[in-house]
């Protein structure tokens, strides 16, 4: 089946490490998106992608990093410079840049100790 | 940045009951969708609606762009409704969904 797979669903941290996140997609989008959702809140972007080996800043990159080396690849690392790195972290693509609908992976949980 | 606003934050339900749920945006859009997101947190898409009306189901959703405003439908609801139901848009300048902060359903038995 066609779809967006984050991994893992859970993941615990010792404060101070770097970690890095999975999103795989097989849905032929050109475009890849980073979310982050705290508890009872909705979601702020963190980077998106439009093509291989380019991507933008959302609103809160502060502490995160991205690659796009393969379009089915969109891989996050959260590192130590992340102040409240324990949160929800989604993934999304879409067909296009802009203007598409766009669909979403199961999430990864991230908790930092 | 386009500004979103969902309304009600909380809406409590008795099975059988029907619902709308409002999105405001503060800027001309491009693309619109509503989700819900279930307990174990995925972001289900419910529908794709920048302008028009459209239905799935007990499920419809109405985008009055001039107005901008957005409006979900629930009708007859069943517990599986229940969680969190968010709209997002993207403003005619592209780069990024805009998410609200979503409205908590609860859908008692």
């Known amino acids: 089946d066609g779809g967006i797979t984050q991994s893992p669903k859970y993941l615990f941290r010792k404060e101070g490490q770097n970690v890095t996140l999975s999103c795989e997609q097989n849905?032929?989008?050109?475009?890849m998106y980073w979310y982050r959702q705290d508890p009872g809140q909705g979601l702020r972007l963190i980077y998106y992608?439009?093509?291989?080996?380019?991507?933008q800043k959302g609103d809160i990159a502060e502490g995160y990093s991205v690659s796009r080396e393969k379009k089915e690849s969109f891989p996050l690392t959260v590192t130590s410079a992340q102040k409240n790195p324990t949160a929800f972290y989604l993934c999304?693509?879409?067909?296009?840049?802009?203007?598409?609908?766009?669909?979403f992976g199961q999430g990864t949980r991230l908790t930092v100790v | 940045g386009i500004q979103v606003e969902q309304s009600p934050p909380d809406l409590i339900l008795q099975e059988g009951a029907n619902s709308t749920l409002r999105c405001n945006f503060s800027?001309?859009?491009?693309?619109l969708q509503w989700f819900h997101q279930n307990p174990w947190g995925q972001l289900i898409n419910l529908f794709y609606?920048?302008?028009g009306t459209k239905q799935n189901g007990r499920l419809s959703a109405t985008t009055v762009a001039t107005e901008r405003y957005s409006l979900l439908y629930i009708s007859s609801s069943q517990t599986t409704d229940s969680g969190v139901y968010f709209c997002?848009?993207?403003?005619?300048?592209?780069?990024?969904?805009?998410f609200g902060e979503g409205t908590q359903l609860t859908v008692n038995p």
């Open positions: 999304a693509s879409s067909m296009r840049d802009w203007f598409t609908e766009a669909f």
């Open positions: 849905l032929n989008h050109d475009a």
């Open positions: 992608s439009q093509i291989v080996n380019d991507f």
């Open positions: 800027d001309s859009v491009n693309n």
């Open positions: 609606i920048p302008s």
């Open positions: 997002a848009v993207e403003g005619t300048s592209g780069s990024r969904l805009t």
